[in-house]
């Protein structure tokens, strides 16, 4: 499942695949949410952001896309999940934040990108990077999934009312954010299917 580490986009993978990228700030539960949604631990999570610092490749199988039920359609490996660096991590030096802007644009550059899952904390107002990202994402034309995270640190009531002022915001429409919790599986399948839309819709085109 783990294909590689690699410090450069351009890598070709074989054999060639849809592909997904997740993004986010360093804080924002990326690894926790690959987890999540493959249903198995496939990348680490740590207490200190910013631990990864390169392209993490990660091919993943039918099921794990589209749940078992549809699974017999598909090849037994269907895509291919991009796990980039977060951003905005305060430690990161100046070379550092150079590398990840080109590593992040040449990304979005790959010839069989999908989508882009864009992850946000929910608790907290767009920082800066974020807003540098969405530019990017609006630059690029990529189709992009906003994934709130850590829904179950609020009360429901609470939940609903922040993914509203989030969208208002960022001006983005209801179907393309999801919020989610890694911990209680909430917005997990939704998210799943939403993905599974992105693929199809590159196969499709």
Same mark, same amino acid.
């Given at each position: ?5 690699? =410090?450069?986009?351009?890598? =070709?993978?074989? =054999? ?7 993004? #986010? ?54 895509? /291919? ?7 905005? /991590? ?19 550059? *790959?010839? +069989? ?23 990017? %994402?609006?630059?690029?034309?990529? *189709?992009?999934?906003?994934? %709130? ?6 009360? +429901? #009531? ?8 989030? +969208?208002?915001?960022?001006?983005? =429409?209801?179907?393309? &954010? ?6 209680? #599986? ?12 992105? &693929?199809? #819709?590159?196969?499709?085109?």
């Amino acid at each position: 499942m783990f294909r590689g580490s690699f =410090p450069r986009a351009d890598v =070709p993978l074989d =054999p060639p695949l849809p592909e997904i990228a997740f993004v #986010g700030r360093a804080n924002a539960g990326k690894s926790s949410l690959l987890n999540a949604l493959v249903g198995r631990k496939i990348a680490k999570t740590s207490g200190t952001p910013g631990k990864t610092r390169a392209l993490n490749v990660f091919a993943i199988s039918g099921p794990a896309v589209v749940g078992a039920q549809h699974a017999a359609a598909l090849p037994s490996t269907s895509v /291919y999940f991009l796990d980039l660096p977060g951003y905005g /991590y305060s430690r990161a030096g100046k070379a550092d934040r150079i590398a990840f802007r080109r590593l992040v644009r040449h990304t979005l550059d *790959r010839e +069989r990108l999908a989508g882009v899952v864009w992850l946000l904390d929910i608790r907290h107002e767009p920082s800066a990077d974020d807003l540098t990202m969405q530019d990017l %994402l609006a630059e690029r034309e990529t *189709r992009a999934l906003a994934a %709130l995270t850590k829904g179950d640190k609020l009360a +429901r #009531g609470e939940r609903g009312k922040r993914e509203h002022e989030l +969208r208002a915001a960022l001006g983005l =429409p209801e179907d393309q &954010v999801i919020v989610t919790s890694s911990k209680t #599986g909430e917005g997990i399948p939704e998210l799943r299917d939403a993905i599974t839309a992105l &693929v199809g #819709g590159t196969a499709n085109g």
